[in-house]
């Protein structure tokens, strides 16, 4: 007669995302005499463990992570020749390196943190053009945060006052072909006035062409008389 068996009768799971079925395999495979057939076994094994789980992905990094696993449910004693090294007993005790946080004040926090690490990014750009492009980018999405917080329009002399300020001054655009060009505004904004910019011009343009054909018949009048 068969007696039940609880789980607080077992030995306990040294990683419980593979499983008890895994852990047993692993007990079996350390049992293998012959080191060859141990090591077909084990790679048919790990091929196993990463169908169970398939969140891994597949690359370098996770084949090495499933064989160290491998080990570690042997409590490292499987003799084994893998395609990696295998795992020093210690990786058990690493603790998880701790996040970086940024301890400085956020000096404007309608704008928020990925402002100044982007302005932080386009202070470190060589090229000037590129420098330009990013701060025309940075001052249009700092131009949308802000009429997104506030009621209130801003001008364009007062966001790039502030991205001189947290730029240390090392960021700088001429503030009259911002205006002119409306390159803080939103891209639908912009292309309106670039657009508004264009018609005037040719209108200036053809007005010109007007007064130079006048010109011309009034000296052809001239002449006949």
Do not use: C
Not at 44 to 67: A, C, F, Y
Not at 91 to 118: A, F, Q, T
Not at 219 to 224: D, F, L
Request: net charge positive; proline share 3%.
């Amino acid at each position: 007669m068969n007696t039940l068996e609880y789980n607080t009768q077992r030995a306990q799971l040294k990683l419980r995302e593979y499983g008890r079925n895994v852990q047993n395999l692993v007990a079996h495979l350390r049992t293998v005499e012959d080191k060859e057939e141990r090591n077909k076994k084990a790679a048919t094994l790990v091929e196993l463990m990463k169908l169970i789980n398939p969140d891994l992905g597949k690359n370098n990094e996770s084949d090495q992570k499933v064989w160290d696993d491998l080990h570690i449910i042997s409590n490292f004693e499987l003799d084994i020749e893998g395609p990696f090294p295998k795992p020093d007993a210690s990786v058990l005790d690493r603790k998880p390196e701790r996040l970086k946080y940024y301890s400085n004040e956020i000096k404007y926090r309608h704008y928020g943190r990925g402002v100044e690490l982007l302005i932080d990014q386009a202070i470190e750009m060589e090229d000037p053009k590129e420098r330009e492009g990013a701060i025309v980018a940075i001052g249009r999405l700092m131009k949308g945060f802000f009429q997104t917080w506030n009621k209130e329009s801003i001008e364009d002399e007062q966001i790039l006052k502030n991205i001189k300020r947290l730029s240390n001054d090392k960021l700088d655009i001429d503030i009259e072909t911002v205006k002119e060009l409306g390159l803080f505004d939103s891209e639908k904004k912009h292309s309106n006035r670039r657009s508004s910019s264009n018609q005037n011009k040719g209108r200036r343009s053809n007005q010109g062409g007007k007064g130079r054909r006048n010109n011309n018949q009034g000296g052809r009048n001239r002449r006949r008389n």
